[in-house]
Nanobody
Framework: VQLQASGGGLVQPGGSLRLSCAAS????????IGWFRQAPGKEREWVSY????????KYADSVKGRFTISRDNAKNTVYLQMNNLKPEDTAVYFC?????????????????????WGPGTEVTVSS
């Protein structure tokens, strides 16, 4: 099981980025995928997840209405579309996978529910 996040970069406040999480070695359909982020000097925090069972999507309050998670099973990739970015969104973003027996949905906000992690991609929001 391997995950590779990409799409980070430098963007001005109010701008947009789309992060990708490409999976290899397993089929995304049966796994929950979560996005987490870690800002300098802060703990890793949950951002969003999409479940493997029915595609349920959830977002942290801090990104709700601005970020959208989606999954392309044909490409075995999960995306995180980030709009109206703010300086406080600056962080290293990680994608993680849980499955094939997906934990209960409430547990998908916890980093400990995900055994598989990819290297992060850095997002900097600054003028």
């Amino acid at each position: 099981v391997q995950l590779q996040a990409s799409g980070g970069g430098l963007v001005q406040p109010g701008g947009s980025l789309r992060l990708s999480c490409a999976a290899s070695g397993f089929t995304l359909d049966y796994y929950a995928i979560g996005w987490f982020r870690q800002a300098p000097g802060k703990e890793r925090e949950w951002v969003s997840y999409i479940s493997g069972s029915d595609g349920t999507k959830k977002y942290a309050d801090s990104v709700k209405g601005r970020f959208t998670i989606s999954r392309d099973n044909a490409k075995n990739t999960v995306y995180l579309q980030m709009n109206n970015l703010k300086p406080e969104d600056t962080a290293v973003y990680f994608c993680a996978a849980a499955g094939p027996n997906t934990p209960i949905l409430s547990a998908l906000r916890l980093s400990t529910s995900y055994p598989y992690w990819g290297p992060g991609t850095e997002v900097t929001v600054s003028s």
